[in-house]
């Protein structure tokens, strides 16, 4: 029989001992640990990453996950438990930009055991470099010749790692090496040039290969010796005068006498060679000829041994500028009856269309008081006198073209009986009442033959195939023809316009018009010419251009009439008209009687 003491020292030590046993018991057969669960995670550089451990399924049982093999480039934390069956493990990338990837092997382990160890794939992600650069870099002036500096600073203040070259242009240069390598929070300076050639004010930009997107404004002014100003001539017209003119102040900086010499497009009329004092200072008036006028885009070279000024000169077309050709009109004597005439001729001599209007007091009168002229045209119109009574009559053609006005004396004799109309006369000058009396010719000088032209006014009697106008509107007309008429890129198209000269012979003119847009459409070329006048014939002829752009011989000439303006008053001709009063009478006698047959009963 066991003593009682150690019966109960036995049940006391197989009560502790109990828990121990069962651990070591071996586990059922067939049962495995938990499987982790394999990752492919990325990880941002900068700082660390919590990288979470589980497994499939449910274990039922707390787990320990275990580091089988540690990551080669970075390091990793011992994980720490976040519940029953997950964790995390923290991991540091390395500071190495070029390692981009990282990996380590993880187990979990049960009351089963130790399972399989995984792989977990981390990819290092870097923040993308961003640059930090200046918006602009103002220079100090410096002489042409000599050199300013200022400091250029560029730094990294993203991630990962800028690589590229800083780029210049001319008249700046990076003085020492141009590339960077800027890791995050790197930076990098650099020493830009300046160094003008010639005067005048730059501007330009530093540009980074590394981020095309953005760049540095670079500003910079050229000293001469002499300066100019202003730094750009805009040509002005002053109000009915199609000259347009500029001026040019130049300035000597130095004690020294300099000579200038002008360089310019032969369009511009420049001063002769000027001697500038030291120190002084001389206006220099530029201009354009009075019959150019197109629109300019040029410059002016200021030149001496150790100098070259450019400055850009822009001139936009003058405007209309219309005006009567003869400053006065006479008609000299003429015959009570019948009614004498005398012509008067209108120009433009601007460079856009213009209208002018006019009126006259009796005795005389016109039959048109305004029209449209194209740059450069002139045309020729009628004056009329029909005068009550023998004497001497006085008027003013008054005119108005847009802000101009100006009045044109027109003088006449009456004289009495009647007889063939007197040549009329158009003086030079203002007349006055005192002047003598010109002298009436022997025969009028009028003809009603029509005048014998050269056969290259005229428009082709058989135009070439394809050749047409069509679309005529009252102010606008398409011409088309052919790709295959000639293999020239650019053409002239040419208006027609008559006028009679001061010797009463007629004159052509092929007034060039600029303004066209000539497009193939399929295998015609077509334009559409605008501003024309409604109810008009009009002569057009087309030149192909040589190389050097002189015209060469016309492909063709043709007319077209442009259609009237549209009337919206119905069109009654006087048998219509007597006609429809006839029907309203008789309607009006039978309603009169049916109303006097109602009002009997």
Known sequence: MIPRPAWLIALICGVLLAPALAERKPPPVGVI??????????????????????????????????IRTPPVQGRLAEPRPTGRETAVAVYEPPADLSITTDHFFYAAKSAAGVSAAVEVLLTIVDQPPQLTIPDALDFPTARTGDTSSKLLEISNRGGGLAVGEVLVEAPWRIEGKTGYRLGAGDM????????PAVGGTFESVARFTSDPTHSTTLRGTGETSVTASPAEIILQQASGDPVRTGTLELTNQTDEVRNLQFKADDRLRLPPPITLP?????????????????????????????????VPVKAAAPAAVLRVVQPAISFGRVPLKPASSVR???????????????????????????????????????????GKAPGKYRAWLQCKAGPQTFDIPVEAEI????????????????????????????????????????????????????????????TTATLEWPVSLSAAPQFRVDLRQLSFAENHTLVATWLELDALVIKQEGSNLV????????????????????????????????????????SYLPKVSPLRGLLATLGLLLAWQVASRWRVRIATR
């Open 33 to 66: 640990p938990p499987q982790p669960v394999p990752l492919n995670v990325k990880v941002r550089r900068e700082g660390k990453t919590e990288i979470p451990l589980s497994v499939y399924g449910v274990a039922g049982e707390p787990l320990k996950f275990l």
């Open 278 to 310: 030291p120190r002084g200072r001389v206006s220099v008036p530029i201009q354009i000829a009075a019959n150019d006028v197109r629109p300019l885009l040029g410059e002016i070279r200021i030149v001496a041994p150790d100098l070259e000024l450019r």
């Open 188 to 195: 990098a300076i650099y020493k830009l040039i300046f160094a």
């Open 415 to 474: 004289i009495a009986g009647t007889g063939p109309q007197k040549t009329p006369i158009v003086t030079s000058g203002v007349p006055s009442s005192d002047a003598p009396e010109p002298a009436a010719p022997s025969a009028p000088v009028e003809s009603h033959h029509d005048p014998i032209v050269p056969l290259d006014w005229l428009a082709d009697r058989q135009l070439p195939a394809g050749v047409r106008v069509t679309k005529t509107t009252p």
């Open 344 to 386: 008067f001729e209108l120009e433009n001599i601007g460079g856009t269309t213009g209208e002018m209007q006019w009126t006259i007091g009796d005795p005389f009168r016109t039959r048109q008081n305004s029209v449209l002229l194209l740059p450069g045209e002139r045309r020729a119109f009628e004056l009329e006198i029909e």
């Open 527 to 566: 334009t559409t010419i605008r501003d024309l006048q409604p109810g008009q014939p009009w002569t057009v002829r087309v030149q192909p251009l040589k190389a050097d752009g002189v015209p060469d011989t016309r492909l063709f000439a043709i007319d077209f009439t442009t259609p009237p303006k549209r």
